[in-house]
């Protein structure tokens, strides 16, 4: 049974920093690109992140670049999300999901495992 598990999210204040991690189980990450993606209440689910099996194609949301840094460990079986400068509109629930594709998508539709989720929530 192929499980994400997303840890890492609370609460911080505006200009703060946390991570987050996604532990995968079932499946070999190292065959899977892998993507963060959030949902703020009311609204639908964006693309944030997505990184290559191999790690050398990464792709992030413009509202994000140069303050998330997307990593992976396929020895762990592991994803990571690293968040700076956080802002209010960055407060969201997070996921991370699995995509047997090669190429990085930024089409939450097209991944094919999802973790249930982890809050993050910025504080002004």
């Known amino acids: 049974q192929v499980r994400l598990l997303e840890s890492g999210g609370g609460l911080v204040q505006a200009g703060g920093s946390l991570g987050l991690s996604c532990a995968a189980s079932?499946?070999?990450?190292?065959?899977?690109?892998m993507g963060w993606f959030r949902q703020a209440a009311g609204k639908e689910r964006e693309f944030v992140a997505a990184i290559s099996q191999s790690g050398r194609m990464i792709y992030y949301a413009d509202s994000v670049q140069g303050r998330f840094t997307i990593s992976r460990d396929n020895a762990k079986n592991s994803a990571y999300l690293q968040m700076n400068s956080l802002k209010p509109e960055d407060t969201a629930v997070y996921y991370c999901?699995?995509?047997?594709?090669?190429?990085?998508?930024?089409?939450?539709?097209?991944?094919?495992?999802w973790g249930q989720g982890t809050q993050v929530t910025v504080s002004s």
């Open positions: 999901a699995a995509d047997s594709r090669a190429i990085p998508s930024r089409v939450a539709r097209v991944y094919d495992y």
């Open positions: 079932g499946l070999a990450s190292s065959y899977y690109t």
